[in-house]
């Protein structure tokens, strides 16, 4: 990699065109991504887009009057002092807000780079308008950081709001629901079975971990996402899988206290607390009544005590 005070004004422009051109290029990506549920945003993305390619024609311009046709392609990975920007597939999972806050690391960066560019270039002209994209810049700058603070439109913030419930609290829901309360039949049938905390405390583990393996993998692989809506295969199912270790887990850990009795009455407490968390997420999220919610997850979760400890005691 190069560093920046070794480029000469030849290179400098040939750098600062590539990075419009990704620029431009990356306006398109972030507005064919959000444009069929929030076309607002991706309109202006697009405008963002359309001026990216505004400085390019200028830069382009006084280039060919000072160096001719050919343009070496000198890419921001080649030199030293650029931020290593997420692809538009890790960012995919943030939503609008990630594609926002990577549009304003970008045109800071930008407004730094020519800053920084003008100061060091020895030609009034280049120096002119390598100073005045840097003014653009910080306009730039303003407009996404106004595009965040605004938000969304009411449809597109009720969107967002249903999307997110079915990629992220459906799935999470989904497990931590199976993860509290199919594990209590083992846990507690090895309590009453085995009256010691450790073998207790491995059933426990190995109950919770088994079930989020499951549980992720076969959220991932219900579907891919294309016409339901839910996101990416597999965030859900990491999602999934991990809230279902995290509701096995809640109740197992109390039985890392050596007194059986103790740790029994502790994991049924945090069972409860449990199922009270998994009825307001309903309540919350999933537009259920919150007595119909508790009834629902508490009378499963009581059947599936009651068979653990039945077993347990046989």
């Not at 960012?91 to 003008?118: D, T």
């Not at 989904?174 to 207790?200: E, I, N, R, W, Y």
């Not at 050596?258 to 997420?281: C, D, H, K, P, R």
Request: proline share 3%.
């Amino acid at each position: 990699m190069r560093s920046f005070q070794s480029l000469n004004e030849q290179e400098i422009l040939a750098l600062a065109v590539t990075l419009e051109e990704e620029h431009a290029r990356t306006y398109d990506d972030f507005a064919a991504e959000v444009n069929q549920n929030f076309p607002a945003q991706a309109e202006k993305f697009r405008e963002m887009r359309r001026q990216e390619d505004e400085h390019r024609h200028r830069l382009l311009d006084i280039y060919r009057s000072r160096f001719g046709n050919h343009v070496p392609l000198i890419l921001r990975e080649d030199v030293k002092g650029f931020i290593q920007r997420q692809p538009i597939w890790q960012l995919r999972a943030r939503g609008v807000k990630g594609l926002q806050k990577q549009s304003e690391l970008m045109e800071l960066e930008a407004q730094r780079f020519y800053e920084a560019a003008a100061r060091k270039s020895n030609d009034a002209g280049i120096r002119q308008l390598l100073g005045d994209l840097a003014e653009e810049e910080r306009r730039h700058v303003t407009t996404v950081e106004q595009m965040a603070e605004a938000g969304l439109s009411t449809d597109e913030a009720a969107l967002e709001k249903r999307l997110f419930a079915l990629q992220v609290i459906q799935p999470g829901l989904a497990g931590l629901m199976d993860g509290s309360v199919s594990t209590l039949a083992p846990l507690f049938a090895a309590a009453f079975a085995t009256h010691s905390s450790t073998q207790t405390f491995l059933v426990g583990l190995a109950a919770s971990l088994g079930a989020g393996i499951s549980m992720g993998f076969a959220e991932a692989l219900s579907d891919d996402g294309t016409l339901t809506g839910r996101g990416h295969p597999w965030m859900r199912g990491f999602v999934c899988g991990l809230m279902t270790a995290i509701g096995g887990l809640g109740h197992t850990l109390p039985y890392l206290i050596g007194n059986v009795q103790t740790a029994t009455f502790i994991a049924a407490g945090v069972v409860f607390i449990e199922l009270g968390v998994i009825s307001w997420v309903r309540h919350r999220f999933m537009d259920t009544p919150l007595s119909s919610a508790f009834l629902q997850v508490g009378l499963g979760g009581f059947l599936v005590f009651l068979v653990g400890m039945l077993i347990g005691k046989s």
